[in-house]
């Protein structure tokens, strides 16, 4: 937003944003369209786009300025045309938002959500040679403002999609918390028996280089293709546009801030690798489609949100155990250190997490154990600390990352209640957890 | 030709100067700007036209999209990181590029923006990982003065240097990605360049101007020159690739003669209302062809693709620049497209081995009439169809006049270019939205203002340390004029033999087939810090110079010993006089000089032998 000075300036001439105006000192002379202001410029420096392109920010004091002509009609982007291939099979494009979902306005400079999901399909016409592509425009929100309220919906929508014969669908989502939200439609769909992809970009769409257009195509592949019967992630497999993986939905996770290649699977190796040409290359076992099934999805999308995810750290203070009791949490996933260890003896007696876990327990809270390691499995048995946590009732997740056990907790108590969720929390229900794990499953 | 005949044609010529910046680190990262040898890895990408601001696809874009090709990478240990692998948002601004942009800005006298608007520049050729080019206008409306004309300097940019290319392998292109991101200015001079000989004093006019402010790469690459130039009765064209600006006069006359050559063209061919016609798949002409050309290509599954044109005849193989015709501008097209070039009827048909019933059947099959022409391509299936499409529009604009192109230089010698894309449209630019707006202050203004490159000045003193004319001019046109600042601030140096070494005496070893260019600037103040102490003669720097061009890393000092080249002085000379006089038996001092010099002639320094005999 502009400030005072370039406001009234504005004002005074009758001009507005987007307008063309010509501003003049001396024999200095400028013309170009007055652009909006966002939260990093100084609100006080007039934003003019000259007719070059560049953007320009000038004291507004040092000049007259002059109203040249209002605002140009917007012009719309050309739909993209849905031709529908009778040799093809149906696929469900369900779009929730994130930067796959995004578009930069191109004289602003401002990102903002798709509202025509078409748009993408303009930019990757391809995708109507894999599928017959239904667009469906399910949630427009940034993936870090997402919660178990969109899971549900998302739940609901797939398997809307999928019992009226869709083949498969595809969601693009914002790539933040897509390994929560895979991991919650992983429990979700019960019934499932076709491939559910999540995909997005690190590098938003509107540049040339982006990841999305790759992601994208590889994603409808699978879900138009695959033999898959599972809800996974099927982003770059590599920081190279050679091919993207498709890795399990409990078992993945954001593992960088900004690269392509951010998705890794965790104790797991990719169910699939698709090439950028369409062919998919099955890697790992992976729950198949049953031909001969005809059930229908039966989505239990219940979820309990009074559970909380809990680090452990060095000189952590264990009462905020009793502050989740206090707020009436029902769950707790602590994300431990190494096989799953929290302060049990340390030097301050009150900073030990033992009897707070033991209270917390006995009063009917369920928790869980994790390890902030990520790779690998917790034990309960190794050490006598670990013995004396899991006799205090803390349950441990076995190889399950630290969000997965989470959203899993919150799933089993807002559907099954306590006993159920104490008991199903460390076995294995979609494939998120394994009896076993390979040696070959470390940093993939 | 002078200025007038160049008025009478509406010639209208500008230039933008790219030069690349010495800073320590790159424009939006903490990388090294000194390209790396040490090669880490690959990464491979594929890059698409999106729609630009106004909703459409940029022409050059699309242009690059039709290419269809496939982008290597290669990244290094020092010189690349996550963003310049477009892996992670860009960091902050190199203040230190600013400074000296806003010093250049001042010395011309720009207006600077209160607060810079990073900007991202579509580029889909590749050449940025990312596919955009972030720069940021930094100051418009300034001058210059060159040879007592005033030339307009719209604006003054500071940018991102481009990935350099490595292999081209048609449908994959191998980029080094060491290069991306070093800090560039971009100048810009207005259209009122009034002749090529203009042109060329406006570039070294600003080269100078840049050199002047220390901060600048040296080398081959390190500053380009474009050139936009146009008549009236021509199109916009924007020369680039010059390897020697001291060419660009006769590239921007060359360019003009072919302006002229292809206006004359198109009139020729509305008069004789040329037309071109479509496409045709001929592979069936030659599926028995012994025209060796075609037959291999066919034979890998290859299409041939012919269309015809009217009106064209004997034009195709006209001349429009020294051993360029009509028809090598159209083979550029297809080339472009990824083809080898084209086959057209104004060549002899039988140095390609093409028979005259395939001739006939060729004619036939594109419903030719008498005085018609063709144009054929045989290339891979999907190449050929683009190739003789691009080929087609190219033909087709034959007949309305000159197409706005941008056109690299070709040849050195003849000063010729060829086509190498569209020229971009207006629409490749957004706001850069993950870097902060940068708000430039008054300290900073003035700061620059006191820093500001100032050639009279500079003139000034060299006349004061050199006392010759010629020799300022000629260190004020030299890329080495910052390495002669540097070295004449060493105590005691002696400021003229420091010019004619670098003028000289680097130009004489060039000449010899020493590597010059690879002498690294601390070698050279070593060695003359070693004349300056009296450790060597002048006669040694000539010696060491050969040494170091020989071994980039030698050790200045151990050198000295190993080549012998200690200087021998004061007791020691007078004891070396003192043995010859007795060895020699003689007193003469004509002879005892010749004695001793042919003997240490590296190791002493001859006035001093002339004292000690007077």
């Not at chain 2, 999106?50 to 982008?71: C, H, N, S």
Request: hydrophobic share 35%.
């Amino acid at each position: 937003m502009y400030g005072k000075k370039v406001t009234s300036l504005l004002k005074s001439i009758n001009a507005d944003v987007m307008d063309r105006v010509r501003l003049s000192y001396g024999k200095v002379s400028l013309e170009g369209e007055v652009m909006p202001s966002t939260e990093a410029n100084d609100p006080d420096v007039l934003i003019v786009k000259l007719d070059s392109g560049y953007n320009i920010g000038i004291d507004p004091g040092r000049y007259k300025a002059e109203k040249l002509a209002s605002k140009p009609r917007e012009i719309e982007l050309p739909a993209a045309k849905l031709v529908r291939n009778k040799g093809l099979d149906d696929v469900s494009l369900i779009y929730t938002g994130g930067t796959i979902g995004s578009r930069v306005d191109y004289k602003t400079g401002a990102v903002h959500m798709l509202t025509k999901p078409e748009e993408l399909l303009y930019e990757v016409p391809e995708i109507s040679d894999i599928a017959n592509v239904s667009i469906i425009p399910l949630l427009s929100i940034m993936s870090e403002d997402m919660s178990y309220v969109e899971w549900s919906k998302m739940a609901e929508a797939a398997a809307k999609e999928l019992n009226g014969g869709a083949r498969g669908v595809v969601f693009t989502h914002g790539t933040d918390i897509m390994h929560y939200s895979s991991a919650a439609l992983s429990f979700m769909l019960r019934g499932l028996n076709a491939p559910v992809v999540f995909t997005g970009s690190q590098r938003s769409p509107d540049r040339g280089s982006s990841d999305a257009f790759m992601n994208l195509v590889c994603s409808l592949d699978v879900a138009a293709k695959s033999d898959i019967a599972e809800v996974g992630i099927c982003m770059h497999h590599t920081s190279s546009d050679t091919a993207c993986a498709f890795m399990r939905g409990t078992k993945v996770r954001k593992m960088h801030t900004s690269r392509r290649d951010t998705f890794r699977p965790i104790n797991d190796k990719p169910i699939a690798l698709i090439e950028h040409t369409g062919a998919i290359r099955y890697t790992s076992a992976y729950a198949k489609i049953d031909r001969e099934g005809g059930e229908r999805i039966k989505p239990l999308t219940g979820y309990d949100r009074k559970v909380a995810l809990v680090k452990v750290f060095p000189g952590s203070d264990p009462s905020i155990i009793d502050f989740y009791r206090e707020k009436g949490y029902n769950g707790l996933i602590l994300e431990g250190t190494g096989l799953g260890h929290m302060p049990v003896t340390p030097t301050r007696k009150e900073d030990s997490w033992l009897p707070l876990v033991r209270d917390a327990v006995e009063n009917g809270m369920v928790v869980g154990m994790a390890s902030q390691c990520l790779y690998g499995r917790v034990n309960a048995n190794v050490y006598r600390n670990l013995r004396l946590i899991s006799g205090a009732g803390a349950i441990y997740c076995e190889d399950m990352t630290p969000e997965t056990a989470l959203v899993k907790l919150g799933w089993l108590l807002g559907n099954y209640g306590k006993d159920e969720a104490r008991r199903m929390l460390n076995r294995n229900m979609v494939g998120e957890i394994k009896s076993r794990t390979g040696f070959d499953t470390f940093l993939v | 030709m002078d200025d007038d005949y160049y008025r009478k044609l509406g010639f209208r010529c500008g230039l933008e100067i790219h030069q690349r910046l010495d800073t320590a680190e790159k424009l939006f990262c903490s990388c090294s700007t000194e390209q790396d040898s040490a090669g880490i890895g690959k990464v491979y990408r594929m890059q698409r036209a999106v729609a630009g601001e106004l909703g459409t696809i940029d022409k050059a874009a699309r242009f690059e999209q039709g290419k269809g090709r496939r982008f290597e990478y290669n990244l290094y240990e020092d010189s690349t990181c996550l963003v310049d692998a477009d892996e992670e948002p860009p960091h902050g601004l190199n203040i230190e590029a600013l400074r000296v942009v806003l010093s250049l800005s001042s010395a011309m006298g720009m207006n600077v923006m209160g607060e810079i608007e990073p900007m991202r520049k579509n580029v889909v050729d590749g050449s940025d990982t990312s596919a955009f080019q972030r720069t940021m206008l930094i100051g418009f409306d300034g001058s210059i003065s060159v040879n007592g004309r005033k030339i307009g300097i719209p604006s003054i940019c500071l940018e991102e240097e481009s990935c350099g290319i490595g292999r081209n392998y048609g449908e994959e292109i191998e980029y080094n990605v060491d290069r991306l991101g070093i800090p560039l200015i971009e100048i810009a001079t207005s259209a009122e360049i009034s002749s090529p000989q203009m042109a060329k004093e406006v570039a070294l006019h600003i080269g100078m101007l840049l050199r002047l402010t220390g901060r600048v790469k040296r080398g081959l690459g390190t500053i380009r020159q474009d050139v936009n130039v146009s008549i009236a009765d021509g199109a916009r064209t924007e020369l680039k690739g010059f390897q020697d600006v001291s060419m660009l006069d006769r590239f921007v006359e060359n360019e003009v003669r072919r302006q002229r050559e292809l206006a004359d063209i198109a009139g020729l061919l509305k008069k004789a209302k040329a037309s071109v016609g479509k496409a045709v798949d001929v592979t069936g002409v030659f599926e028995d062809t012994k025209a060796e050309l075609v037959r291999k290509k066919l034979e890998r599954g290859g299409r041939a693709v012919a269309f015809s044109l009217t009106g064209f005849a004997g034009l195709l193989g006209r001349e429009v620049n020294p051993n360029r015709r009509l028809g090598s501008e159209i083979s550029d097209y297809a080339r472009a497209a990824g083809s080898g070039g084209i086959i057209h009827s104004d060549e002899d048909m039988a140095k390609y081995g093409i028979s005259k019933e395939e001739l006939a059947s060729l004619r036939r099959k594109l419903g030719m009439r008498d005085g018609d022409s063709f144009i054929l391509v045989a290339e891979k299936a999907g190449i050929a169809e683009r190739a003789a499409e691009m080929a087609r529009e190219r033909a087709q604009h034959a007949i309305e006049g000159v197409p706005k192109e941008t056109r690299v230089a070709v040849n050195d010698e003849s000063c010729t270019s060829r086509f190498t894309r569209p020229l971009p449209g207006g629409s490749r630019m957004y706001p850069e939205t993950d870097v902060r707006p940068i708000p430039v202050d008054k300290g900073m203004l003035d700061e620059a203002a006191k820093g500001a490159p100032d050639i009279g000045k500079e003139k000034k003193t060299l006349m004061s340390q050199l006392g010759d004319g010629n020799t300022v001019e000629l260190l004020m046109g030299s890329p080495r004029l910052p390495l002669y600042r540097a070295l004449s601030r060493t105590e005691g140096i002696d400021c003229r033999l420091v010019a004619n070494v670098l003028l000289q005496k680097f130009t004489e070893l060039a000449r010899n087939g020493y590597r010059m260019d690879g002498v690294e600037d601390s070698k050279l103040v070593e060695i003359f810090a070693a004349y300056s102490r009296g450790a060597i003669t002048k006669q040694a720097i000539d010696e060491l110079l050969k040494a170091v061009s020989r071994e980039g890393g030698l050790d200045i000092r151990s050198a000295i010993t190993a080549l012998g080249l200690q200087r021998i002085t004061g007791k020691e000379l007078s004891a070396l006089i003192s043995r010859f006089k007795r060895e020699n038996k003689t007193g003469d001092v004509g002879q005892l000089k010749k004695a001793v010099m042919s003997k240490h002639r590296l190791n002493i320094d001859g006035e001093e032998l002339n004292d000690l005999l007077a």
